[in-house]
C-alpha cells in the first residue's frame, strides 16, 4: 500500500469522526443519523470494499473514543462495518456492470439495504448479545432502528457516490 493510498484512508476516518460528531441528526429516542456513513459508501463505491471497511471499523472507534460515548456497542458497530463494506463492495462489482443508471440506483439500494441489514441486526446484534449477556432476539429488536437510520443514510449516499465517482478517482490517481 502507497503512502498516498493511506493518507487517503486517512482522511476517510476522519471524515467518518467529522460527520459523525459534528452533524448528529436525531431520528429516534436515543439515536441520530450517523452520517459518516457517507463517507464509508463513497470509499466503497469509489475505491474497494477493504478501504471502506477500514474507514468504518476505524471511524466508529475512534468516534466513541473522542466522543467520550464509551465502549458500549462499539465492537458491535465496528465489526459491523466491516460487514457492511465487504457485502456493498463484492455486490456493487456487479451492479456497476448494470448500463441503465435508473436499476443501477434500485440495485445499489438494495444492495445497501441487504448489507446494512447483515452488519447491523446480524453481526452487530450477535457481538452485543455476547458482549453485554442479552439474548439475540432482544439486541436485535434494540439494533432495528440503528439498522433503519444506518441504511436510510447509506442509499441516500449513493447517488453522492455516483456525481463523486470521477472527481474522486482523479484527486487520488490524477488524470
Do not use: H
Not at 61 to 68: K, M, R, T, W
Request: charged share 15%.
Amino acid at each position: 500500500m502507497k503512502t498516498r493510498d493511506i493518507t487517503f484512508i486517512a482522511m476517510g476516518i476522519a471524515l467518518f469522526v467529522a460527520l459523525s460528531m459534528c452533524l448528529r441528526v436525531p431520528v429516534f429516542d436515543n439515536y441520530y443519523l450517523c452520517l459518516g456513513y457517507i463517507v464509508m459508501t463513497v470509499y466503497v463505491w469509489c475505491f474497494s470494499w477493504y478501504e471502506g471497511a477500514i474507514i468504518g471499523f476505524v471511524g466508529v472507534i475512534l468516534y466513541c473514543v473522542v466522543g467520550s460515548l464509551g465502549f458500549n456497542g462499539m465492537p458491535g458497530w465496528a465489526l459491523g462495518n466491516v460487514a457492511i463494506g465487504l457485502i456493498m463492495g463484492m455486490a456493487l462489482k456487479q451492479v456497476k456492470k448494470i448500463r441503465s443508471k435508473g436499476l443501477q440506483l434500485l440495485a445499489m439500494a438494495l444492495v445497501a439495504v441487504a448489507a446494512s441489514f447483515v452488519g447491523i441486526e446480524l453481526v452487530k446484534s450477535l457481538v452485543d448479545s455476547f458482549v453485554v449477556s442479552q439474548p439475540f432476539a432482544v439486541r436485535f429488536v434494540k439494533n432495528t432502528s440503528s439498522f433503519i437510520a444506518d441504511a436510510f443514510v447509506i442509499v441516500i449516499s449513493l447517488p453522492v457516490c455516483l456525481l463523486l465517482e470521477k472527481q474522486a478517482r482523479r484527486m487520488r490517481y490524477g488524470s
